[in-house]
């Protein structure tokens, strides 16, 4: 187990390295937008495509598949209003940290000069409906943390963040005498530990 929590400790920091990154990236950007706007701007408005020359090059069957695609509106703001009311009556009896819906919702794509209406409008479908899946996947991580902590005998692909320090299929002994303290956890900090490392706590 020491491996495998070496393994994760080094994955969390990668992750933290990689937002550094981002952020700086992101700072970066907005120095050079603040020192270059006028010229940025004018050089990002080169590569905008008007709306008539954009529709003229769509194919027909793509434009013909836009009504179904644009149908995910429904389901997702269903889906949105289901995990927001859900987390909102059940997490605070479970004590389980609420998930911030502002984190996964992000909207910033609409301010590049270099799209048209059509495409800043199917960045805003994206983004929201790639914000409600990650948003709706980590309330449904921190339930099975608190409900079902237990891996599965086969390998799942792309697995959440939480579910490498579940315990192992099987082990009984563990879950019974660990699952408690698990749940525990979402009081103490965000990253749960695994139970290897909670004993060492101990």
């Not at 194919?59 to 179904?68: K, M, N, Q, S, W």
């Not at 960045?123 to 790639?130: E, I, M, V």
């Not at 879950?175 to 965000?190: I, K, M, P, V």
Request: glycine share 4%.
């Amino acid at each position: 187990m020491k491996q495998l929590d070496d393994l994760l400790t080094r994955i969390q920091a990668l992750q933290e390295e990689l937002e550094t990154l981002y952020r700086e990236h992101r700072e970066d950007l907005a120095r050079r937008r603040l020192e270059l706007a006028d010229n940025f701007l004018r050089h990002q408005r080169r590569y905008k495509i008007g709306l008539f020359s954009y529709l003229r090059r769509t194919r027909l069957l793509v434009a013909l598949t836009a009504p179904v695609v644009y149908l995910g509106w429904i389901p997702f703001v269903l889906m949105d209003l289901f995990v927001t009311t859900y987390q909102a009556i059940c997490f605070p009896v479970y004590r389980i940290r609420k998930v911030r819906r502002s984190d996964y919702m992000v909207f910033d794509r609409s301010e590049l000069p270099y799209l048209n209406l059509i495409e800043k409008f199917n960045c805003l479908y994206c983004s929201y409906g790639n914000g409600v899946a990650a948003y709706t996947r980590e309330v449904a991580a921190r339930t099975e943390q608190y409900w079902c902590p237990i891996k599965h005998a086969r390998r799942i692909h792309q697995a959440h963040g939480r579910y490498p320090h579940f315990f192992d299929y099987g082990d009984g002994e563990a879950f019974r005498a660990g699952l408690e303290r698990l749940r525990r956890q979402y009081e103490q900090d965000e990253a749960p530990k695994t139970e290897h490392t909670a004993r060492k706590a101990d």
